[in-house]
């Protein structure tokens, strides 16, 4: 299996290698290195009563390159490392994550297959940070700071609410099908990140465990407190779901020129920004909407 | 507990970032990115009757950094994706990663903490290639090169053998000891694979799965044939262990300068590499002793 899965894929350029040897060999340079390595497990990030294996795999390729958009950086490769139980068919989580990996146009360079009592992946994406605008991090916000949003939230957990009440994409109405398939195939934001660095943001988030939480992480990071005052919230899902829901991996960006930030959404042709608060000097003050910001945990994609 | 753990993690030096943002940032250049991940799932890889949850830590270090030891890479910084049952403590095995991550000299730069029915880590290991001798794979072996092996091997092997026997390292003798340890806490052949590649190896392979699977897959991706003459058997192990047994992470180094490998090891003060055998130009021939060089999988760490 691992054969035939690997002869699927390219060699990759001069200079470099891909699957085959005992590690992958990437040029990086002029630049930085820029990695991040997520799990997924079946039953834990998945449910397979209403995900499938392939749903799976395509969603942590999204999770791990989302990591990515957050830092700016532009994806080089991913790796993928796979468990299954004995005698389970590795390929169906593969093509989801080859079928995610080319969604997103990064090309799969390595992986590992061995044996899990349940699916099991992780997987690692690699990429690099142009020197002119370096990786932004989650702790540049400063007092003043606008805050904006890549687009609404809420539409994962909403879909996830959908599939686990039994509705599918067939005849439903596009805002459910949207959710449904923001759930089960979630886009990372990378063109959006890339933007939002080349656009001089001071600080970025991907929304991967619900809003609330993570502008709390960001506000942490920072030193800093926000205040909240609007909340996108996408069609088919509730105001609770946008604030707490994770995996809708939408960035959040903190900027102190949102005119640049919009202008350059507008040149790339993105969705423009949605504003949504602002960053206080007082790191102990987090406010949405008069009241205290929740610091929310997020359930990943089970019941 | 994870930020207990973040804590005790340096920051990295200026222009990267380690732990605590969505991706963990490294300098790289000049050079090329060499990355490789491995799984180790508690029960498949590492079998908690007889191993600690640090050693399952310690043992996916270094077989993750043994990867690039093979590809003569150095390494530049570690990630661990670990997930534990729901109220298991994470820490033994992140005391693991670390104590095998600090024993290796490489940093530990990011991570990620999640759920799984039984311990499961994931390491993915970055390095780089210097431009002077390149990544070495295991597909530049040529009819006549010498073979060679950076030590003895079966030492993990027998450890495992004596492990399963309730053998303890307390008041054994040294062999025993040390096959023991061999299991417990290998390490990876850093130094030695960077030596290799100063000293102009063609080829190299680290052995994780046995000498005689790991050399078909060299033999394999070589396009040629090899005769096995020799075989060093490590103290305690027998000659079944040395031939078939894994994890031993030392490197078969092929070369047509067997002197300026052997004169390159002895200045770094590493044991004289030692002759097993030579590549043929017939890639169907295989042959180890006489007869036919088995094709013999291998079973990771467990009962």
């Not at 996108?232 to 604030?243: G, K, N, Q, S």
């Amino acid at each position: 299996v691992l054969a035939r899965l690997l002869a699927r894929l390219p060699s990759g350029p001069p200079g470099e290698r891909w699957a085959g040897d005992d590690a992958a060999v990437l040029e990086i340079a002029p630049g930085r290195c820029v990695v991040s390595s997520d799990l997924a497990v079946a039953g834990v990030h998945a449910d397979l009563r209403w995900l499938s294996l392939a749903d799976l795999g395509w969603r942590a390729v999204a999770g791990a390159l989302s990591d990515l958009a957050a830092m700016a950086a532009e994806p080089v490769g991913l790796l993928a490392g796979l468990a299954m139980p004995a005698g389970a068919d590795p390929e169906e989580v593969l093509e989801g994550v080859l079928a995610g990996a080319e969604a997103h146009g990064v090309p799969l360079v390595g992986g590992d297959l061995s044996e899990a009592p349940v699916p099991t992946l992780c997987v690692t994406v690699l990429g690099r940070s142009a020197r002119a605008f370096g990786p932004v991090g989650r702790d540049g916000a400063r007092p003043g700071d606008q805050i904006l949003l890549s687009g609404p939230l809420g539409a994962s957990a909403a879909g996830l609410r959908l599939l686990r009440a039994g509705r599918s994409a067939a005849g439903a109405d596009p805002a459910v099908a949207a959710a449904l398939v923001a759930h089960r195939r979630p886009r990372a934001q990378l063109v959006a990140g890339l933007v939002a660095g080349r656009s001089g943001v001071r600080a970025m988030i991907d929304v991967s465990d619900g809003l609330a939480l993570d502008l709390h992480r960001l506000a942490d990071a920072s030193g800093v407190g926000v205040d909240l005052v609007d909340l996108p919230v996408a069609p088919a899902a509730t105001v609770e779901e946008a604030l707490g829901g994770g995996e809708d991996y939408q960035l959040v960006m903190v900027t102190a020129q949102p005119e640049r930030l919009s202008a350059g959404f507008a040149r790339a042709g993105l969705p423009e920004p949605i504003p949504v608060g602002r960053v206080l000097a007082d790191p102990e003050v987090r406010t949405w909407g008069g009241g205290p910001l929740p610091r929310r945990g997020y359930q990943h994609g089970t019941g």
